[in-house]
């Protein structure tokens, strides 16, 4: 990725940023950093008793709030951090306007915050797991690479978005639509099986779809790996990413005139 080296000199930077992200996050709020596991928790609560329930949709043998939590927990991260990656210039105008530093280290911070809030939520889907006696197989310790592809699916879209978010403020009312659109077309009320064959390989070039499918495989195991969604969301996020990047700098220098 151009400016790594770049990044890193400036590393306790986006340290710094990280950190005064994490500390606002939930600053004068009465329960503090337990919206992080409310949030997806009552959302789990809400699909169980409207899908789970009343639609009776399958869960793939599962029961059903592990099941749509244990999706939950990636799109929650997903969501949050391309609110606030698509945000991050134009919130931290004063900065960028002010002094130099590689302005990467914005988006980058920015979804530091939402991965702190996974690892909350994440404890919550372990007490799920015990509850229902689910005990998670060998293909756990393939769960940080599904973790990983959601990151870069945050990052390659939010290059994208907080890039075009410097010059068109439109951005952010498309983010908000976006991220529900894309919350109907990935499988995290629904499993993909019910997907039609013919619509497997365009469903699957939503990034989100592989990393939901492949969390939930890592932890509630199936009879086989979704390979072939996986791998097209792979394919789809290194495209966006590689392009995002590339696009990122190439307008880096306007964003202090602009914001």
């Known amino acids: 990725m ?3 080296k770049e990044i890193w000199e400036h590393r306790e930077l986006l340290y710094f940023l990280a950190w005064r992200d994490i500390k606002v996050r939930y600053k004068q709020t009465v329960i503090g950093a ?5 949030q997806p928790f009552l959302t789990m609560v809400v699909f169980s008793l409207i899908f789970g329930g009343l639609l009776a949709v399958p869960s793939d043998g ?9 999706a939950l927990l990636p799109w929650t991260f997903f969501a949050s951090g391309l609110t606030h990656a698509s945000n991050s210039l134009v919130h931290s105008s004063d900065l960028v ?3 130099y530093f590689p302005r990467l280290i914005l988006p980058l911070a920015a ?7 996974f690892a909350l939520a994440f404890i919550v889907l372990l007490a799920m797991l015990m509850f229902y006696g689910i005990v998670p197989g060998l293909v756990l310790v393939t769960l940080p690479l599904f973790l990983f592809l959601a990151l870069l699916t945050v990052l390659a879209l939010g ?4 890039a075009l978010n410097v010059k068109y403020r439109d951005i952010g009312y498309v983010v908000p639509f976006l991220i529900q659109f894309l919350l109907f077309v990935t499988p ?3 499993p993909s099986t019910i997907i039609p064959a013919e619509w497997r390989g365009l469903y699957g070039l939503n990034p989100m779809a592989g990393v939901v499918d492949g969390f939930r495989w890592a932890l509630l195991g199936s009879d086989s790996m979704p390979t072939d969604t996986i791998l097209l969301s792979f394919v789809g996020v290194l495209v966006l990413l590689v392009s995002g990047v590339f696009y990122f700098r190439r307008v880096e220098a306007e964003f202090a005139d602009v914001v």
């Open 2 to 4: 151009p400016g790594l």
């Open 34 to 38: 337990a919206w992080a596991i409310l």
């Open 97 to 99: 306007s002010k002094i």
């Open 188 to 190: 995290v009320a629904y």
């Open 62 to 70: 599962v029961p059903y709030p592990v099941f749509s939590y244990a």
């Open 159 to 162: 290059l994208w978005l907080s």
């Open 111 to 117: 979804i530091l915050a939402p991965a702190v809030d």
